[in-house]
């Protein structure tokens, strides 16, 4: 079925906006915007700093958690943070009815850059099986290995409280509050091992997702999210940095010649999910802003995001919003009256919570809204001053419709939102040449997917 909009670029933009049934509680924002309701609100409510400390605390007692470390040792080492890990996610799955389950997942990494002898390496998995569509899957994801100021030095006290327990203990918290709950999708908490030596962990995880398969829509990993604190002493502890990637990395040559002949270098499905983010995790529930950075990571730095990107899968980074170099990747020791190295006493713990509350946000609405529209396409195959859209239909049981979104070229959010329905195609009076437009998913309970960036098609 085909309709035609009657949108006019000026005159209707407010009505189009008024339409999309978003739009923040204040301050106004994205057209896309969705306010937190009464089941988010209560789950963010659960989450615990105290929790968070505590759990922190735990992960730096263990001495070093260097991937070289020792494995077997049952008080020192990645492999007895590994175990606690484990032990903890299992308490969190014995009350999921059966929906959760925690176990580990290991290979052995042959000798490799910073790695000199074969290696186990292991990540720690809790996952939450969807309730309606299990099949889609979002991860989340910290890592539990540490370093200090030589990469290869696997024997010294190595606490690695903000780089990176802080990020497994929010992914810890997550499991905790959500695993008596039932998401539409799945859900995968991760706490992966070998970042600091080279992505190993999650480059095996997301390997794994790939060969089986499996339809990861979101990733996200925390690293680095204990502190807002700077160096140079100023706090900025209402704002977290998302990184996203506009050019994808796994983009073929055909694929880069298409996104050049349409603009769409900041429409990457990474980028669409940033955005969602941004919708849904930024406003007066987390007590947040989210500030997004338009680069894969930081300035020539990297993360365990990467690995999924290369599998072609959204994935973005949370980082704290400027960091602390002396407390992180450090020897511990006093300098000229300086503490150096990555303590507990150098992390915020209501920040990390608050930190936490974004990704719960994002999380939860991602697994209970309808999964982003596939094979959105602009229609190419007539020139003309309109715009047709097409995508395939949804399969989820409580699919309500769809919204086609539209801003200029020059907007970074989405200005405009036009319900259309059930329909799987929907004609715009406004030229593809002028505006980017994206296609998203509407449930009968009023959440929405991320936006899907169409591609010309017929």
Known sequence: MTAAAGVPLIASAGQAVAASGGGRESGGGAATAQAPDRELRKLLKEIDADRIEATVRRLAAFGTRHTLSVQDDPERGIGAARDWILAEMKKYAAVSGGRMTAELQSYI?????????????????????GSVTPDRVYVVAGHYDSRVTDVMDATSDAPGADDDASGVALVMELARVMAKRRPAATIVFTAVAGEEQGLYGSRYA???????????????????????????????????????????????PAQANTRRSVGGENDSATRQLARFVSDVGDNDATGMNVRVVYRRDRYLRGG??????????????????????????????VEDGKQYGDLPEFCDF???????????????????????????????????????LKWAPGTEPDLAGYEVVWRETTEPEWTHVIKVGLATTHTVDLSKDNVFFGVRAVNRDGKRSPVAFPMPGN
Do not use: C
């Open 206 to 252: 997301a390997t794994q997702f790939k060969t089986a398969g499996v339809d990861v829509q979101g990733m996200f990993t925390n690293d680095i999210i204990g502190s807002s604190r700077a160096d140079d002493g100023t706090r900025d502890p209402y704002t977290v940095r998302l990184f996203a990637e506009g050019v994808p990395t796994s983009e073929t």
């Open 109 to 129: 990494q042959e000798p490799a850059s910073r790695i000199p002898v074969a290696t186990r390496i292991t990540n720690v998995v809790a996952t939450l099986r």
């Open 304 to 333: 365990d995001h990467i690995p999924f990107l290369e599998q072609g899968y959204p994935a973005a980074r949370f980082t704290e919003p400027a960091e602390d170099f002396a407390h992180q990747h450090q020897d511990v020791r």
């Open 350 to 388: 209501d920040y990390i919570a608050r930190v936490t509350r974004v990704n719960g946000a994002v999380l939860w609405t991602l697994a209970q809204a309808p999964g982003t529209p596939r094979e959105a396409r602009i229609v190419t195959s007539n020139l003309t001053n309109d715009t047709e």
